[in-house]
Each structure stands twice: as C-alpha cells, then as structure tokens.
C-alpha cells in the first residue's frame, strides 16, 4: 500500500513497495498497460469528547479526479474519477516500454464541479503526486492501494501534513451531491470551490492570511470556507459542518435565499429568512447524514471538545415559531424522515422538498421562510395539508395559509411582532411598525419589520418617517431594488423622506425595514418607522 506524504501546497505519495522509481528512458513501443487499485483517506470520526485519533478508519475516496502523468515529458496520458468504493482503473497504450509514470490524485471533483484549494497558498489546488514507478513489461498490470493519512502522530500531534483533511472535506460534499441525485437525477450543480487551510482560525480579517472568521458558504464569492487551525477548531472532520454549509450553497446556487446572514444560535428568535435558511441547512446535514442526526462541532485543545452537540430531530426548541431555526430544522427534517413523533405524521421524503426549493421558493413574492415553505408544500401535496397544519400547531405556528403568514397568532412574546407583513395601498393611509431597537443585533426578529404592496404603476413612491435609526429595503424576489439608511444622532424624527421605486403594475413587492443596534440613539424605547405608498 501507498502512504501520502505532503510536500505544501501539494501532496507526494510515498511507495511502500510495487514500482518504485526507475529509469527515464523514453524507447517508443506499443503496448497497453492496465494501472488500477484503490484511494482512501483517513477518517476521524467526531464524538462527543472530540475528535477520537484512536478509532480513524479508511474511507474511500470517491469521485475523485485522477491522472496518470508520464514524467519523461511530464504529459498527461490517461484521466478519469474513482467510483464510489475508491476504485481507479486506467488502460494506457501506446506508451514507452521502461518509461516511469506517476499518479496525480486530485482533491477535486469534476462531475460535478468542486475543487478544494488553498486560502492562505494563492489558491492553490490540493494535488496528490506517488512516487514515479515504471511499466517494464509489456501488457503488465499494476496494482496500488493509495491512504491519505490523518497526519496524526506520537505525541498525540499532527506529526506530519494533514493530507486526508481535504479529501474528507470532498467526500461529505459527495455525500450530499448523492442524496440529492438520487431524487433529482438531473439536477445541474454550478462549480463550487471550497477553501480550506491548515491557517484557516475562527478570526475574521483576511482570507489570505486565514482570518475566515468561521465556517462559512459566502454568497458573494460563492465559495466555502472551512476552518483547519490545530488546536483551536478544525471543521474538516465535522461532516454535519461541511453538508450544512454546502446547503446554503444549494439555497444560493438552485433555490433562492433572503437570509441576510450573521450570528444566530438556539433558542433565539431570529429574522425569519434566516431562521428558515439556517433551519433548511441543518436539517440537511441530518438528511445527507442519516442516521447520524447529531450535529457535533468539534475544537479546542488537541481537537479534544465538542463545543456544539444538538440532535437535528429532537433538541429542545427553547421558544417555538416561525423565527425560531430550531423549529424550521425540525419541521423540514420531519417531513423528510420516516419517524412518527409528536405532531409528525408526515414522511415525504427529500423530493417534494427540493421540489419545492428549487422552484416555488425561487418564485415567490414572500421572503423565502418556513411559510413560503409550507405553502409550496400544500399546493404540491394537497393530500399532506392536514399533516402539514399538524406539524406547524407543534411548533406554535398558526395553520399556514399563504406565503405571507397570513393570520399568524404567534408573536414571541411581542405584540409587534404582528401581523407578519402590513398591507400598503397606494395611496392609502400610511401604516406604522414598531421595532425593539435595543435588541443586541441587527438580524434579531424584533429589529425587523415587513410590508407588502403591489405596483400599480412604472414607478411608486415610497414614503416613510421613522423615530429612530433605520434600514430600508424594496425587494422584488428577493432582490434588492432599492436601498437606504438613516442614523439618529439626536430624538427628532427622521423623515418625512421619500424615494420613487421602479415597479412593475401587477407585480408585488416587500419592503423590509430594520434597525441597527449599534447605531440607535434611543435604546429604551422601541422604535416607530411608519411608511405609505403614492
């Protein structure tokens, strides 16, 4: 068997018997050779106490792209993948009798699309090298076995480099890539490029330095960045971490997201796109993962702590509702999954959920959230909405009836927090939220406020006063249309202002309005932002 070793940023697989390096002669002969064996990579597998170095066993290493290099002239002359026990097998012909050749194995994935590179290396691409070994008899048949290894040592230290680390990073994405295949056969998924460093710390600052600040999907670069630091957290071999980014990679790349992003944690209540993106995200890893359905995020010294650990089906949803993730996860995880619990009769599977992400969601005039959701499924499943009205009721949201929550009775807490979007006319009466203002961040449900309105006109104008600090947004699918913001610097009214909108007559359009805690002037009272339509 062949060992990985890893010359930075590339890897150089070491021969533990078979070829061996040879000659470079280049005397042309015909011939076919058949080259053949298995990949593998090291797997930690994560618990509750932390990576266990003791139990690592080998997985295959699936999908990966590999090719077979002559080193005489360094000429590529065979390609192809793994299949999906980590087999390669090529048929060389025509090449030179005792001309050495070596394997190129790739952390990269062709079909489709994902190449794991180096943040902190110019982006480099991880690339495995074996040893150069000779095919010195016409027609012979050579057989390897290549490991990636952990890099894991004496001393309980990564003595040596951590080669597995981007294979498994591929191989969870692959997981998720056949879940989804599998009820969407012809699905088509755009390149993603995950980044991924030995540098990579839990720090923002810059991406080049490793400064990444936390696992992450990046909707602007439409990349994935994974932490790798020694000692302090590793997401490699968090497979839960992995899928569960990878997931707002498919919300971004084939359904749609309105999640504006940023820190959220149980128990909270959450800005209601990313409750449901979050929500979506985890219960992914649960599906891709089953019948591993507790997400563990493992860090710390020696990688020796789980400093997340939450079953995806049952961990306490402290304060049920349409913002709460703990809620969203449990409910689309319960669609999917086959077990009977409290209020789930339901066991749909995988497919009428990406039904309804990759095209009702991506069409609707609603913020993307547990009730665009719901509605998608009802109308796709009319058979399902008494199910489906069951599964809302345990999670103390009220029957959904449209994409805007419609006769939601569920507040958090907060009578202001409803209804879930107010109605604007044109040219009707102006209508006033209240936001809290104080609450310590802005992606908080009760700094955020929703209208509805639909143009009748090219243009609306869209007027609006506010006591305090504001963000302002006009969307239309989900994109942004028209955007502003004011800061208090003292307790006069900010406004009567005003803006005229490009609209579509017929179509509609939300308008969300937020407050941003670091810039309130007034922390103790809640904030009135009242808007009208002309």
Not at 236 to 243: F, K, N, S, W
Not at 402 to 410: A, H, I, S, Y
Not at 452 to 471: E, G, L
Not at 481 to 507: K, N, R
């Amino acid at each position: 068997m062949w060992l990985f070793k890893f010359i930075f940023p590339l890897f150089i697989i070491s021969c533990n018997g078979g070829g061996g390096a040879g000659s470079s002669s280049s005397s042309e002969s015909v011939g076919t050779w058949k080259v053949s064996g298995l990949l593998s990579y090291d797997y930690v597998p994560a618990t509750s106490s932390g990576l266990d170095y003791s139990a690592i066993i080998q997985k295959p290493m699936r999908n990966i792209y590999v090719e077979v290099v002559r080193t005489v002239d360094q000429k590529v002359i065979a390609t192809g993948p793994t299949d999906d026990n980590g087999n390669y097998s090529f048929e060389i012909p025509s090449i030179a009798q005792n001309n050495p050749i070596k394997l190129a194995v790739w952390a990269e994935m062709k079909s489709p699309s994902v190449i794991i590179k180096d943040n902190t290396s110019n982006n480099a691409k991880y690339v495995a090298y074996s040893d150069v070994y000779e095919l010195n008899a016409e027609g012979e048949t050579i057989i390897e076995e290549i490991n990636a290894p952990s890099g894991w040592g004496v001393g309980n230290v990564y003595s040596t480099k951590r080669v597995a680390a981007p294979f498994a990073i591929l191989d969870s994405i692959y997981s998720a890539v056949q879940k989804v295949k599998a009820v969407k056969p012809s699905i088509s998924f755009p390149q993603l490029k995950v980044n991924w460093s030995t540098l990579n710390v839990a720090t923002s600052g810059a991406i080049s330095l490793g400064q990444i600040g936390t696992s992450h999907y990046n909707g602007e670069t439409g990349e994935l960045y994974i932490l790798g630091k020694e000692g302090a957290d590793t997401d490699e071999y968090d497979p839960h971490i992995i899928v569960h980014e990878w997931g707002h990679y498919f919300e971004d790349k084939l359904s749609r997201s309105d999640s504006g992003g940023g820190q959220h944690s149980e128990g909270e209540t959450v800005e209601m796109s990313l409750a449901f993106s979050e929500g979506w995200s985890n219960a992914l890893s649960a599906i891709v993962l089953d019948p591993d359905i507790v997400l563990k995020d493992t860090s710390g010294f020696r990688q020796g702590t789980t400093g997340i650990i939450f079953s995806l089906e049952t961990s306490t949803d402290i304060k049920p509702g349409w913002f709460s993730e703990v809620s969203n996860q449990q409910m689309i995880f319960d669609v999917y999954d086959s077990n009977a619990d409290t209020g789930d009769t339901l066991s749909l599977g995988l497919g009428p959920i990406l039904d309804v992400l990759t095209d009702y969601m991506k069409t609707t005039p609603a913020k993307t959230t547990i009730f665009s959701f719901v509605a998608g499924l009802k109308a796709a499943n009319p058979s399902s909405v008494s199910a489906l009205n069951t599964l809302t009721l345990n999670k103390q949201i009220t029957n959904v009836a449209d994409d805007f929550g419609t006769g939601e009775t569920n507040n958090g807490g907060l009578a202001r927090m409803l209804p879930v979007y107010n109605s604007l006319a044109i040219n009707g009466s102006a209508v006033s939220v209240f936001m809290g203002g104080g609450i310590a961040r802005m992606n908080e449900a009760d700094n955020n406020r929703y209208y509805r309105f639909t143009a009748t006109s090219a243009s609306t104008k869209v007027s609006w006063t506010s006591t305090d600090t504001y963000i302002i947004r006009v969307m239309r699918l989900g994109k942004v249309i028209y955007e502003t913001a004011e800061e208090a610097t003292d307790a006069s009214v900010l406004g009567p202002l005003y803006h005229m909108v490009t609209t579509t007559p017929g179509l509609e359009y939300v308008i969300q309005v937020s407050t941003h805690p670091d810039y309130v002037f007034n922390t103790s009272n809640p904030i009135e932002f009242s808007a009208g339509l002309n």
